[in-house]
């Protein structure tokens, strides 16, 4: 089916923004907050790909309140759900059976902060944008970018619907909406789709260090009440990963004894037998965690990667026609652990830069003033100063910890040199430089096999349609990734997407089960060869992450 011979309905608006997470809902309130104060109708909509706002977001979380209190002061009149405020911190290194509680990071300093559902959180932005007339088009996946004759963007076109395998239509099928704006906003979280494509076209990392990144995998749990602490915050480093795997748990309580726990590990490890899913698994045994867990139960799972690279990684933001907000830019702070607050400052300024934009008499194609809006917030400031914190660690935990201290409590993050990124899926090494690691069976009560805890995502794909994840070269998998690295993909997906099976010939080959995705994007950032894509499947298909 030829895609530009369809008829497509148009719709057409001063602002388009994709993705309606905390940057880009943040971009469309501030928005049409302006247009109000100037007794302007906004003409701003979100295209939103889960099935409704919050339905594809995922993070720990912890929340500072810096940026919502500019964005909305009234926040807790307007029943916010931030009901947690952090009451302790701990921090502890982790041996095989035993826990070494260290001294709290001062990064890491939650006093202030909040425990939340990020996914409730968007979900009362959304509420509140829509107060003040942003529309949101939830379950609309903006599939390809649309250009002018001069290559500037002038928006999006969402995904068809109703397409089989073949890539036929079905007797359902509906063809995308082409949306023009005169700016297009692009927030589509980290590895976005549309947002990498535009970062090629435009060669808008050419003066950036390469972004790297890690895969948080996370549970919810309602545990016994003698075993919950509302508002307690713990994180760990250590067991079960190596020194030299970067990564580190959490677990924070929240109310109504529910906890989330989760375990974030850096996708530049080295090791393919490696399994994210099953360190997960392994670390919840840990004596320290096994006695928070006993007696409960897990109510939903999930796994997202993260932007790590920080300000140095940072692409250039503006390009003709539109922006690059929150981790689609990554404007992750790893120190922290936080990315909520500075996603949203991106939301408000580039929406600022759209607003002051739209009063010129000629609209400029370029929105160069949200790049120098963003070199004199505190974006920049938080950012710069825990630069070197993440590339640290590649010489191992303990000197990555030594240096964190050296750069916070010496140099206070003024040093004179920035320490450099890598690319994930170079650091790889082939299989035969290890041994396949041994993981325990789950028990059921602890640890769960992939299956079940993908279950517990509620996730959900239309099986009869064009598969969303594209393997470049279909030799690669066996003859590369198969043979030389150990099938790690079958090892990296926390979701069971990738199996290597026997076929009818005898011969081995990759069977993709994409229904089971997850939306996590690891396949497309750690592949050795980058021989697959993640794309938007049709409209509202994925996790469900209700209350993550």
């Known amino acids: ?158 995904g068809d619907m109703g397409l089989d395998k073949n890539n036929q239509p079905k007797s359902s099928f509906q063809p995308g909406v082409n949306i023009y704006a005169k700016y297009t906003l692009f927030a589509e979280g980290c590895r976005g789709q549309l947002s990498q494509q535009l970062i090629k076209k435009f060669d808008l990392d050419k003066n950036a260090q390469p972004q790297t990144y890690g895969l948080g995998i996370k549970e919810l749990w309602e545990v016994s009440p003698e075993h919950h602490e509302k508002g307690k915050v713990l994180h760990t480093v250590g067991w079960p990963l190596d020194n030299q795997t970067y990564g580190g748990s959490f677990l924070y309580h929240l109310d109504e004894n529910l906890i989330s726990i989760g375990l974030v590990i850096g996708l530049d490890y080295k090791n393919p037998y490696l399994s994210p899913y099953q360190e997960f698994q392994r670390f919840k045994h840990h004596p320290k965690i096994a006695e928070v867990l006993k007696g409960g139960r897990v109510i ?158 509620d996730v959900f794909h239309e099986e009869d349609q064009p598969c969303h994840l594209h393997i470049k070269d279909k030799h690669i998998p066996v003859q590369v990734n198969y043979e030389i690295y150990g099938q790690l993909e079958s090892r990296y997906c926390p979701a069971g997407v990738y199996e290597y099976v026997t076929g009818n010939d005898q011969k081995i080959k990759l069977q993709i089960n994409a229904q089971n995705c997850i939306h996590c994007k690891t396949c497309d950032i750690k592949d050795p060869k980058q021989n697959i894509t993640w794309t938007a499947p049709e409209g509202t298909g994925g996790p469900n992450y209700s209350n993550m």
């Open 300 to 457: 939903r799972y999930g796994a997202r990667a993260l932007n790590e690279g920080g300000w140095q990684s940072l692409p250039q933001l503006h390009f003709p026609g539109g922006l690059l907000l929150g981790c689609s830019a990554g404007f992750l702070n790893v120190a922290k652990i936080k990315g909520t607050h500075t996603a949203m400052k991106s939301g408000m300024l580039a929406a600022t830069s759209v607003f002051e934009a739209l009063k010129q008499k000629t609209v400029p194609d370029v929105l160069e003033s949200y790049t120098q809006k963003i070199n004199h917030s505190w974006i920049k400031t938080e950012l710069h100063q825990v630069r070197n914190i993440r590339p640290s660690f590649k010489w191992g935990l303990w000197l990555g910890l030594a240096y964190s201290a050296i750069d916070h409590y010496i140099l206070r993050g003024k040093a004179p040199w920035t320490l450099s990124n890598h690319l994930d899926h170079e650091c790889t090494q082939v299989a035969t430089k290890y041994t396949p690691i041994n993981y325990p069976k789950p028990d059921g009560k602890i640890s769960f096999d992939r299956l079940t805890s993908v279950s517990k995502s």
């Open 1 to 158: 089916m030829e895609r530009d011979s369809i008829q497509r309905d148009t719709m057409n608006y001063d602002l388009v923004i994709i993705g309606a997470g905390p940057a880009g809902l943040s971009a469309a309130i501030q928005y049409a907050k302006f247009c109000r104060e100037n007794n302007q109708e906004p003409s701003v909509c979100i295209l939103e790909k889960g099935s409704d706002v919050g339905a594809h977001i995922l993070s720990g979380a912890v929340l500072e309140p810096k940026a919502l209190n500019e964005l909305i002061p009234d926040w807790a009149d307007k029943n916010a759900p931030l009901q947690t405020s952090v009451t302790q911190d701990e921090f502890y290194f982790l041996t095989a059976k035993n826990a070494i509680k260290l001294p709290t990071p001062p990064t890491m300093d939650n006093t202030g902060n909040y425990i939340v559902s990020l996914g409730q959180f968007c979900n009362w932005l959304a509420t509140q944008a829509e107060e003040i007339g942003v529309e949101i088009f939830a379950g609309f996946a903006a599939s390809h970018i649309l250009y002018n004759k001069q290559q500037r963007v002038v928006g999006v076109q969402t």
